[in-house]
């Protein structure tokens, strides 16, 4: 390759990055039969997809990206009132006539908008059905960050009989055992507020994705779960960059 064509490319390289505001963070795609899923990994439990035409944000927080500058949303997933998963500055920068906005009873009094979900509600939205599912913590001593309150939310999502979990900020709980199986599982894997390596594990083993991301991570050692889960069938662990 010639010093002019290697400029040449990453000049464009460059102005892809400059005029695509996604262009920098992971992605990856799927065709699920009704629209291709593409999932953007912004950062810590921040998330953006698109789902067909469908615009969905997960826990969209100011630090990890420019929101003003992303599409805007058809639907806004909060799973809890947590300042990293919760900002309002946030949610209102992808907001539009129409979005609908979906969190918790405590994420809807601070936001002062929205629709309040329990464990247990279902909506649907753009075609996609949501069910709130629990989510908390059971170890002693860090159930207080989580408690057993049916106060925070994870989220299943369905339609074209593919299935997402987004977990949220939750240990292995029992509930896990009667979710079913998933297409895509968000799982996190940080301590002391949700999962250990181990933990997550085995929270694999009762919902059998057949991919599963771990998020939320921080500094925990990906390459623990990794060896957890190098013999286990049916699952492909992706392993991707959370800003």
């Given at each position: 390759m010639t010093i002019a064509i290697a400029s040449y490319l990453l000049c464009a390289l460059a102005n892809t990055v400059a005029t695509d505001p996604l262009a920098s963070y992971e992605h990856d795609s799927f065709d699920t039969g009704d629209g291709?899923?593409?999932?953007?990994?912004?950062?810590?439990?921040?998330?953006?997809?698109?789902?067909?035409?469908?615009?969905?944000?997960?826990?969209?927080?100011?630090?990890?990206?420019a929101y003003k500058k992303l599409p805007k949303a058809d639907l806004v997933l909060v799973t809890h009132e947590h300042y990293d998963?919760?900002?309002?500055?946030?949610?209102?920068?992808?907001?539009?006539?129409?979005?609908?906005?979906?969190?918790?009873?405590?994420?809807?009094?601070l936001l002062g908008r929205g629709e309040a979900m329990k464990n247990g509600d279902s909506a649907t939205v753009c075609?996609?059905?949501?069910?709130?599912?629990p989510a908390y913590n059971t170890t002693s001593g860090r159930d207080r960050f989580h408690p057993n309150t049916g106060r925070d939310n994870g989220y299943v999502l369905s339609r074209g009989g593919k299935r997402l979990y987004i977990a949220g900020d939750t240990e292995?709980?029992?509930?896990?055992?009667?979710l079913g199986s998933f297409d895509i599982a968000f799982l996190p894997?940080?301590?002391?507020?949700?999962m250990t390596p181990a933990q997550v594990a085995r929270a694999a083993g009762l919902l059998h994705?057949?991919?599963?991301?771990?998020?939320?991570?921080?500094?925990?050692?990906?390459?623990?779960?990794?060896?957890?889960?190098k013999d286990a069938?049916?699952?492909?662990?992706?392993i991707r960059k959370m800003k």
């Open positions: 291709t899923l593409t999932v953007f990994f912004l950062g810590h439990a921040s998330l953006m997809m698109t789902w067909g035409e469908t615009v969905i944000y997960v826990d969209p927080v100011s630090e990890h990206a998963h919760l900002d309002v500055k946030a949610i209102a920068a992808v907001e539009q006539e129409g979005t609908r906005v979906l969190l918790n009873t405590a994420g809807q009094k075609g996609i059905a949501i069910r709130a599912v292995d709980i029992p509930e896990m055992r009667g894997m940080n301590q002391p507020y949700t994705p057949k991919v599963l991301y771990p998020y939320h991570y921080g500094d925990t050692d990906v390459e623990e779960l990794a060896a957890l889960l069938a049916g699952t492909e662990l992706r």
